[in-house]
């Protein structure tokens, strides 16, 4: 039976081994409580004189630990499983040395747990310089003195974090590696404005929440130039969902301005006049007003297209929510524009075929919709906590679309205000991977 040391996103841990009944743990800090769970199990091998592979997990990565009696620990490797537990030996020669640490003590009786002081660690002997390769001449002349600027490897966090703080050097994990690699992805800026349409024809699919966190990982993963945009003059409600600038100004106030905005004596700042700046997921919204009636606020192709000119200018990213009429000429107009497409959809069948009717219609309107089709990324959110047809789903888009991403079921979704700070650690992983889905594709 495999032993395990948790840190839970809220911070708490539990530790189970050899199948016995899981311990559970709270410290001052997720520091704390990681060296309780490692404490926890030193005294476990000590208690029973036989070493104890666990596997050390937190809400992003999860790392392999031997904890042998004596209190040292050393990681082992991530795909190999872990060795059935024998009497305490001597290691043998392995990559990393293992690292002597205190045992935390055992929780108090309302679960806290004090923190242990990590024993004091053998400076590292001096490693034996071996000769290196003699260059020729021409080598020597390409070889630059300044190191290359781009991060070889992501920085440690979670366990490896932890780990390394106590001198116990271990790799990124799989899942660590993975995470950076995602966000490396969606940090870069293309040479150009990119748009991407969040499309479905059914209501309730999810289409501005989708547009509102891949607008805020986008930002703030990459900085400013997102531009979240309301595209549906039918009670959009973008602008419900998200922050309020210091005035109530929609799409119409920006129309009469953009010619003005258009010339070359025109700032960026002019635009906090008429968007809704994010102040904690650093994008900017452009509203319609779900309180007028679409013939109120229609706007014409013409304006759609000055609109447009308007972001592709001041934004390096625009993501258009959009409404539910695939043949309204703003609709088709916002599909001319698109770079990319994402389709949204919950795990409800009726939104799943509503997404894929829009796909095959897409795929027979025209060459650049059918492209868009093509490399489509396609999000399903699970519905509630109860469904479990996100796989299923999902496996039914695979030979649609470009991507599929599954989002877990998370009750911050259902909130007022879309976060990204507010999902859980699961839902801004799932976010995470589909913004890079979505950046593969710019």
Known sequence: ?????????????????????????????????????LGHVIEHARRTGQHVDVLARDPEAEHRLRVHPDGRVQPLPAQVPPAPATPVPQPTTTATPPVQIQPAPQPTPNGTASVPTPAPRREASPMTQTEQPIQTRR???????????RM????????????????????????????WEDERAISQHWPGPRTIAVLNGKGGAGKTPATALLSAMFARAGGSGVLAWDNNVTRGTLGWRTESGPHEATVLDLIPRTDELL???????????????????????????????????????????????????????????????EGDALWLRMIDHADQIVVATTTRPDHAEAGRLLLNALAERDEHSARLADQAVVLVSQ????????????????????????????????????????????????????????????
Do not use: C
């Open 263 to 325: 010339t070359p004596g025109a700032r960026a700042a002019d635009l906090a006049a008429v968007v809704h700046h994010q102040t904690i997921d650093k994008y900017d919204v452009l509203r319609s007003n779900p309180l007028l009636l679409s013939t109120e606020q229609k706007l014409t192709p013409d304006q759609l297209d000055a609109v447009h000119a308007v972001a592709a200018k001041y934004y390096r990213l625009i993501f258009m929510d959009s409404g539910n009429d």
């Open 383 to 442: 519905a509630d906590r109860e469904e479990a047809q996100a796989a299923s789903i999902a496996q039914g888009f695979d030979a649609l679309a470009r991507a599929v991403v599954t989002v877990p079921y998370d009750p911050a979704m259902r909130q007022q205000w879309l976060r990204v700070d507010n999902l859980a650690a699961t839902t801004q992983r799932a976010y995470l991977r589909a913004a890079a889905a979505v950046a593969a594709g710019l």
């Open 1 to 37: 039976m495999q032993n395990t040391a948790t840190v839970r996103p809220d911070g708490t841990g539990v530790v189970t081994i050899d199948g016995q009944e899981p311990t559970r743990i709270t410290g001052h800090s997720v520091e704390d409580t990681r060296r309780a769970l």
């Open 139 to 149: 080598e020597a002349r390409e070889r630059s003195f300044l190191a290359d600027a």
């Open 152 to 179: 070889s490897a992501p920085p440690p966090t979670g366990w490896q974090a932890f780990l390394a703080r106590l001198g116990i050097k271990s790799g990124p994990s799989p899942e660590e590696i993975s995470k």
